[in-house]
């Protein structure tokens, strides 16, 4: 079945280290995107790649950082600079097109410890 | 900057009942695509509804129904016939015509009561 895998799905950190979150894809999307999840704060974009090895920062990039080496796969790393990163991650896919919806994986809740 | 809002954190409707959920949004473009989405429990993201600006007609899946005002700069969620399963956070997102990333407002918690 096609769709998006995210892993893991419950990660800890702890303080000053850095940590990365895994997206897969299998749908054949060209754009892959990043947002958080914090209560009472909706989503907010991270990153976000059209193609691979080209990626933009959303409005909360700083303290995160991302690759796009295959098209399949969007990973990313929550870094020390990050200074309140415990949240809920969700990566998402989409037809590069204007008019599609994007597809969602089922997120990773990040604690730090 | 385009921006997107749901004015009611929290709504609540009988079984059986209909509900609206508000959106508005910002935005100096004339061309663009908005969506609903709905996130239960499971925080699985689920999508609802989509409408093209382009577009006259309402556009309408089963139970869920939007109204869209262009010139208002609004888009509400109908929810006809409520059901238990409905009960969800429910997010408006915005597309802009240059297909970049998806513009979330900060949702609405609708409880759905038996």
């Known amino acids: 079945d096609g769709g998006i895998t995210q892993s893991p799905k419950y990660l800890f950190r702890k303080e000053g280290q850095n940590v990365t979150l895994s997206c897969e894809q299998n749908?054949?999307?060209?754009?892959m995107y990043w947002y958080r999840q914090d209560p009472g704060q909706g989503l907010r974009l991270i990153y976000y790649?059209?193609?691979?090895?080209?990626?933009q920062k959303g409005d909360i990039a700083e303290g995160y950082s991302v690759s796009r080496e295959k098209k399949e796969s969007f990973p990313l790393t929550v870094t020390s600079a990050q200074k309140n990163p415990t949240a809920f991650y969700l990566c998402a896919s989409s037809i590069k097109s204007r008019n599609t919806e994007a597809f969602f994986g089922q997120g990773t809740r990040l604690t730090v410890v | 900057a385009q921006t997107v809002t749901q004015s009611q954190p929290e709504m609540s409707v009988q079984e059986a009942e209909t509900v609206t959920l508000s959106c508005t949004y910002d935005t100096s473009e004339s061309d663009y695509y908005l969506f609903w989405y709905k996130q239960p429990p499971s925080r699985q993201m689920i999508l609802v509804i989509r409408?093209?600006?382009?577009?006259?007609q309402n556009a309408t899946e089963n139970r869920f129904s939007v109204n869209f005002q262009k010139a208002a700069k609004s888009f509400s969620l109908k929810i006809s016939d409520s059901q238990l399963g409905d009960a969800a956070m429910y997010f408006c997102?915005?597309?802009?015509?240059?297909?970049?990333?998806?513009?979330f407002g900060k949702g609405t918690t609708l409880s759905v009561s038996s």
């Open positions: 790649s059209q193609i691979v090895n080209d990626f």
């Open positions: 749908l054949n999307h060209d754009a």
């Open positions: 997102a915005y597309k802009p015509q240059a297909g970049t990333a998806l513009i």
């Open positions: 409408q093209e600006a382009y577009k006259q």
